[in-house]
């Protein structure tokens, strides 16, 4: 019952409340303009910034789209009963990696040089509040970081236990990933070594994608093959995915995404050489598509649609270092060989008892090695860097493989002990019991598809 009194009281308090929200409001209208100035220096020393902003923010937003094509893509690729554990897999490593690379791996990759190893500022991005370009290097890299995280996901699918792998993002985004790409990209010692013009890797067949797939390799390692992937002789059988449907959406998508990717990586959109590796980029993947299924189809007889697909992100993994540096015909070549070289990857992983359910290690991992020395290769000279094909000598091919081979075995070393540890820990692989009944229900209790009796499909 609303009485005088009771209506004074409530004027009172809500007199209160206003006079809060105006003095809230007060003080961080002046923390605002107290941080404009960077924002006005800005646009004072350079006024095309803001296209460039735009344009990195753009290519930001379609990296990050590729975590819905590894989803689907790995989705695809993998049994129905494991569907759900994958999708969380791909959320929650973008979500950890954000905070991993918040935290300290953004420090570590771009801060203030210690000896060519490590940055040493900017741990929780204190002190760069409103630095417009640090937030805006932060979120282009973010999205990186998070994908070499989330190729880890298929090699060692389906059989891995949740918070094993809910730790490893984490040490992906704070630690492995951004270590190496302080080496190449933050100063680093890489980047800085006397042969050629240091080792280079526009935008990251090595930092990105060898990182992600030689983790997984050592994951996969750690963890064995999958139950039923060798019969008793040995022999590898193949375990189909539930879905080409989905894996050709995934497909798509990181094709898609792929167009941020590489051109983003220019960080300006004032740098018209975007075209060039726009075109460098959509021709490596159609070539290596291409290579990958007419491979097949020669070996087979049939012409394999997840090989093809495989090929397509081989060729694009492929030529993300050579990108900014080759003729649009170098790129086809480029990804002709990524197409028949994870098509022979995959087989000998296989062969070796190495089971990876997507490919990733042969798809990132062999590819971004190849990409890495193609530079080396096949630059041709136009923008500084110059190949052993025109006339460069070995100097940059020997700067390239010393880099590919640091990657490997960073990768490998920091993967395999992560991965070591925890199954000292508490153990990284789930029972045979709960890998038979598929992850979705053993570790979340749920299903991908609840209408669908897959219990142990």
Request: aromatic share 12%.
């Amino acid at each position: 019952m609303f009485t005088r009194s009771r209506v004074l009281e409530w004027l009172k308090k809500g007199g209160l409340l206003l006079l809060l929200t105006c003095l809230m409001l007060l003080v961080t209208r002046g923390i605002a303009l107290a941080a404009d100035p960077n924002g006005a220096q800005t646009l004072a020393g350079d006024p095309g910034a803001p296209v460039d902003y735009v344009w990195v923010l753009v290519c930001a937003f379609l990296v990050f789209m590729m975590q819905a094509g590894f989803a689907m893509l790995e989705g695809g690729f993998c049994r129905a009963k494991n569907t759900a554990n994958l999708m969380l897999k791909n959320l929650m490593d973008f979500a950890m990696c954000s905070l991993a690379f918040m935290v300290m791996g953004f420090a570590l990759m771009f801060g203030a040089d210690k000896a060519g190893l490590i940055g040493t500022t900017g741990w929780f991005l204190v002190g760069e509040a409103y630095d417009v370009g640090t937030y805006l290097l932060f979120v282009f890299q973010v999205v990186f970081a998070a994908t070499a995280a989330t190729i880890v996901a298929g090699a060692v699918a389906e059989r891995i236990k949740w918070k094993a792998y809910f730790i490893y993002a984490i040490i992906v985004g704070a630690i492995i990933y951004p270590i190496y790409g302080h080496w190449v990209w933050g100063g680093g010692w890489l980047a800085s070594l006397p042969l050629g013009a240091g080792h280079i890797d526009f935008a990251g067949s090595g930092v990105v994608h060898t990182i992600g797939g030689i983790v997984g390799l050592a994951g996969a390692m750690v963890l064995g093959p999958r139950f039923g992937k060798y019969d008793q002789n040995g022999k590898p059988r193949a375990i189909p995915g539930h879905s080409l449907a989905l894996a050709g959406l995934g497909c798509f998508l990181l094709w898609f995404g792929w167009f941020g990717f590489n051109p983003g990586s220019t960080l300006s959109a004032h740098e018209l050489r975007i075209s060039v590796i726009a075109v460098n980029t959509n021709m490596a993947a159609a070539a290596a598509a291409f290579a990958a299924m007419l491979f097949t189809w020669i070996r087979t007889k049939k012409p394999d649609v997840g090989m093809a697909m495989n090929g397509a992100i081989a060729g694009l993994v492929a030529i993300t270092a050579p990108c900014a540096f080759v003729e649009a015909w170098v790129a086809v070549i480029i990804g002709l060989v990524a197409g028949v070289l994870v098509v022979l990857s995959v087989s000998f992983f296989d062969r070796i008892h190495i089971d990876d359910p997507v490919g990733a290690v042969s798809v990132h991992g062999v590819n971004g090695i190849w990409g890495l020395l193609s530079v080396g290769l096949f630059a041709d000279g136009n923008y500084g860097v110059i190949g052993l094909f025109y006339g460069g000598g070995w100097g940059q091919l020997a700067a390239q493989a010393i880099g590919a081979a640091v990657c490997v075995a960073w990768a490998f070393a920091m993967g395999y002990a992560t991965f070591k540890i925890v199954d000292r820990v508490f153990g990284i692989r789930v029972s045979p019991q709960e890998e038979l009944v598929g992850l979705d229900i053993s570790e979340h209790g749920t299903k991908a598809y609840p209408d669908f009796p897959y219990v142990g499909g």
